[in-house]
């Protein structure tokens, strides 16, 4: 550091004393003249003296000891250190919201003087930017008008306030000064004289003084929908501009930091607003200081991608993160949130995720220095702070006024939605609707999820009509169904099997979806099942006495031959050939004589059937790796495509499939195969999430509604509205920062591929009741769940999950049993060194995601949470950026909020 005037030096010492707070035991107070520095002490001690400066100025030809002298680098200039005795008390500094106090301070506002801090009666929203012209008005008229869009669909009215805060460049002002019928004849600036000098022993009191704005500011009301828009414009003349009088930072007094704010905050009560936006400044001045300090009122940073625009982000992200920090952990409820804007189309991706990560190592490099880790569990699943980028449009570099930003704002408009939905969002109710006992309602929904956890504890009753049901009545109403039906691991391919077998007849399962729609009936015949399901189970044994031709079906004898010509060498061809023999076996009771699939079908003309096939993964585990058993697979999925050849047909077939089963065995034309069954496919979007979890939340008796629901015909919105009451609106408060209940478990239990697993939906829920038991759910009457149980709940899922993959994938199993001998820590991104030779079958899992992105990088390998928890694997800090990018990329820009 260059010390080149008496100010430099003093700046040294108020950083290394936390602006004065922590000075050295001895020294009471420090003065400082341009050509000395006096010291009092209460007893003169000289040794206590140069042990802080020595400590201050290290370097032997800034500080002279024996002279008592520091030199500056111009002329070698020097400053007197002279001690003076006193017996007062130790210098006292109030904090005000100022950045030439808050740059020297390592925390600003401890615990005792955030709580004396008085809060705001009406929400206050303001914008700021390091960098003008990035489109930080714009984004506060979108947002204006987003708060419109919201409270009209709610059929609210709202009163708002805006203030141009922008005191040297304002923008807001000239839209008022050129619309029809004017604006109010005052300005901010003279707001600020006025209060400043309000007298109570006087009738110039406050209250005359906003009761006067007031009136002033409401005759020129403007009204958006069921909006009403209040301006206090910058200046009433633009000459105020040129001798401005009192500044925001002059009313930061020593007895009474946050008088602008509440002065702000009496004037939106005048006009009874319910909030109040404010168009700050640009640059680190402290015209915006007392805004961007205080942590009651929401701030949003706008910055581009230009350099200029990110790094003084940066500069006000690291004094902002101060607010409030307690042994070098930043409060994230207390941080501003970034809006990164006019982000072209096909801006590249590598850019935005390093913006993110500077911004992340910005806020938690302190706690990084400190030897913590900021990134806990669960916590990497959303940001520290909200960032969102907003897209360029052309059509509002010209923007002249209100209208033209709202007429022309769309997706700009659209970002703020989330925001608004949460605040005008009634908070928890005092009580779970329904009046039920929350204990027995939690023990409801633990008890039916652990058992339906797995197909084979699946009771006949009522069913969620997923997607893959529907299409059934939809599309086999006259002819019987041909059907390969994809799905990840877990997604419920077993469970639908169980469904439809416990219904035994065709038609009678697609009357439960659609009634008298399907013309035609037949009965189910499940030749190969899941090992999951015993062949003692109440589903089979009803199926075989209801079913004679099913009864006198040798299903060990099918299975055996299977696995015997499995471990034997066989083409494709061989396997066509071997599938149709024991298929017309199996159907035709071992008749010699039938030989073909037309002549089966002759023989079924009276008895119709359609044959159930699941549970492929049990007899070809190692498909992956070896091409006979791709062949096997490949030969079964070409007989819909036999079966549909026959004329006047009398045999279905559905068979149940592993997605990345289908990519292994059809190699050259997976993707052909998969469009035509494309809706088939058992993959949990987060539609289907949510009806699955309000299905398992009513059915299990836990949650009641006021009349009866069904999720498969309910829409996200309304979902969303009945699982607050199963877990709120967000994991907090539902006016807090905190993460979207919904987006955060979505987030939580899928891949990097974006599809998520039935089953850890299931066995999720049955965690967090299990969870919500153990704690103290006091805060949270009006949810079943709280948020501590839902975010604790996923490790329990991903160790099951971890489990169940070790049983289930040989080249999984030994890949965790190499992880468990590495001595090094496993953190995420990692090498390719850390995968098997052969790491295909771990990416079609889903348990490995590449980022080929950036293919010169050799750290880009991640692992999602569901099995990045089982596995023991912890990120590498500063990831988190990274992470969130392709998670989003994988489930949506909407989500992980």
């Known amino acids: 550091m260059k010390y080149i005037s008496w100010l430099d030096i003093k700046n040294k010492i108020r950083k290394e004393t936390d602006n004065f707070r922590i000075l050295p ?33 290290p370097n032997p030809d800034t500080y002279a000891a024996e002279d008592q002298r520091i030199y500056l680098d111009i002329a070698r200039s020097s400053m007197e250190i002279s001690i003076e005795t006193n017996s007062e008390g130790r210098m006292g500094l109030a904090e005000r919201p100022r950045f030439d106090q808050l740059y020297f301070s390592k925390v600003f506002l401890s615990d005792d003087a955030l709580k004396q801090t008085p809060k705001p009666r009406h929400k206050i929203i303001a914008f700021h930017s390091f960098k003008g012209g990035v489109g930080r008005t714009l984004h506060l008229a979108a947002m204006i008008k987003s708060l419109s869009d919201v409270v009209k669909k709610k059929g609210m009215e709202k009163k708002v306030l805006i203030i141009d805060g922008d005191l040297e460049a304002p923008g807001i002002t000239f839209w008022e000064k050129n619309k029809v019928g004017g604006t109010a004849n005052i300005g901010f600036t003279q707001f600020l004289d006025a209060v400043q000098y309000a007298d109570p022993d006087t009738d110039y009191t406050m209250e005359a003084i906003t009761q006067y704005f007031a009136e002033e500011i409401q005759r020129f009301e403007q009204v958006v929908e069921t909006t009403k828009l209040y301006v206090l414009p910058a200046f009433s003349d633009p000459a105020d501009l040129f001798h401005i009088n009192v500044k925001p930072e002059h009313l930061s007094h020593h007895d009474r930091p946050w008088k602008l704010r509440e002065c702000i905050d009496r004037l939106a009560g005048e006009i009874n607003a319910d909030y109040v936006f404010i168009d700050l400044r640009a640059g680190i001045s402290e015209l915006s200081a007392p805004f961007l300090l205080d942590p009651y009122i929401d701030r949003f940073l706008v910055t581009t991608l230009s350099e200029q625009s990110i790094s003084g982000t940066e500069l006000i992200l690291k004094e902002m993160a101060k607010i409030n920090m307690t042994e070098n952990k930043v409060k994230k409820t207390l941080l501003p949130e970034i809006l990164i804007s006019m982000v072209s189309p096909d801006q590249d991706d590598k850019r935005l995720i390093e913006a993110k990560a500077r911004f992340d190592k910005t806020i938690f490099g302190i706690e ?18 909200a960032i969102k980028q907003t897209p360029f449009k052309s059509e509002l570099l010209g923007v002249r006024s209100w209208e033209d930003v709202w007429q022309n704002g769309g997706s700009l408009i659209q970002t703020f939605t989330d925001y608004f939905e949460g605040l005008e969002e009634s908070e928890d109710e005092d009580s779970l609707p329904g009046g039920g006992d929350h204990d027995e309602q939690l023990k409801k929904l633990k008890d039916f999820c652990s058992n339906h956890v797995f197909a084979e504890n699946v009771q006949s009753g009522s069913f969620l009509k997923t997607g893959f ?13 041909l059907v390969v039906s994809l799905g990840t691991k877990g997604a419920g391919k077993t469970f639908h099997f169980m469904r439809m077998t416990q219904l035994m007849a065709y038609k009678k399962f697609c009357d439960s979806i659609e009634p008298d ?13 899941s090992s999951e399901i015993d062949g003692e189970s109440d589903i089979i044994q009803q199926l075989k006495s209801g079913l004679p031709l099913f009864d006198a079906f040798d299903y060990d004898d099918f299975t055996t031959s299977i696995e015997r010509f499995r471990d034997e060498e066989h083409s494709e061809s061989e396997w066509k050939d071997f599938w149709g023999k024991k298929i017309i076996q199996a159907v035709s009771g071992n008749n010699d004589n039938i030989t ?3 002549q089966l079908n002759e023989t079924l003309k009276d008895k119709p059937l359609v044959l159930l096939i699941d549970g492929l993964e049990n007899f070809f585990p190692d498909i992956h790796s070896s091409e ?40 050259q034309n997976s993707g052909q195969l998969e469009k035509k069954y494309e809706n088939y496919k058992l993959l949990w979007d987060e539609t289907a999430f949510l009806r699955l979890v309000f299905w398992l939340a009513i059915t299990s008796g836990a949650l009641e509604t006021e009349r009866a629901l069904d999720p498969s015909a309910m829409g996200k919105e309304q979902l969303n509205r009945q699982l607050k009451k199963l877990w709120g609106l967000k994991l907090g408060q539902d006016k807090s920062k905190e993460a979207y209940t919904i987006n955060w478990v979505y987030g939580a239990l899928s891949d990097f ?81 850390l995968l098997p030779e052969d790491s295909r079958e771990l990416k079609k899992l889903g348990v490995v995601y590449e980022d080929i992105s950036d293919s010169g990088e050799e750290f880009r390998f991640y692992i999602p949470e569901i099995y990045r928890l089982g596995l023991g694997f912890k990120f590498k800090s500063g990831a988190r950026p990274k992470v969130l990018s392709i998670k989003r990329k994988a489930v949506g820009k909407g989500l992980l909020s």
């Open 25 to 57: 035991q001895g020294i009471k107070n420090l003065h400082f003249y341009p050509d000395e520095i006096i010291v009092e002490q209460k007893e003169e001690n000289a040794d206590t003296v140069k042990a802080a400066f020595e400590k201050w100025f």
């Open 368 to 385: 990084n220095a400190a030897g913590t880790d900021p990134d806990t569990e669960g916590e990497l699943l959303s940001d520290p702070i």
């Open 469 to 481: 049901f529907k299409e059934f009545p939809r599309q086999y109403f006259r002819t019987l169904p």
């Open 517 to 529: 729609k399907v013309e035609i009936n037949a009965d189910f015949f499940p030749i190969l099942r």
């Open 596 to 598: 073909s699939f037309r």
């Open 628 to 667: 006979k058993q791709q062949n096997a697979i490949s030969a079964l999925l070409n007989i819909p495509g036999r079966l549909s050849e026959i004329r006047e047909r009398h045999m279905g077939l559905i068979i149940f499939l592993r997605q990345d089963y289908l990519d292994s065995a059809k190699r």
């Open 753 to 833: 591929k974006g599809y998520l697993q039935a089953r850890d939906v299931v066995r999720f829920l049955a965690e967090a009741a299990k969870e919500s038991e153990i704690l103290a759910t006091g805060q949270w009457k009006g949810r079943l769940l709280p948020p501590a149980a839902i975010r604790k709940a996923i490790n329990g899922c991903s160790t099951d999950r971890v489990k169940e993959l070790k049983q289930e994938s040989k080249v999984f199993r030994k890949w965790t049993e190499s992880l468990e001998s590495q001595k090094e820590e496993l953190v995420i991104p990692f090498s390719k060194s």
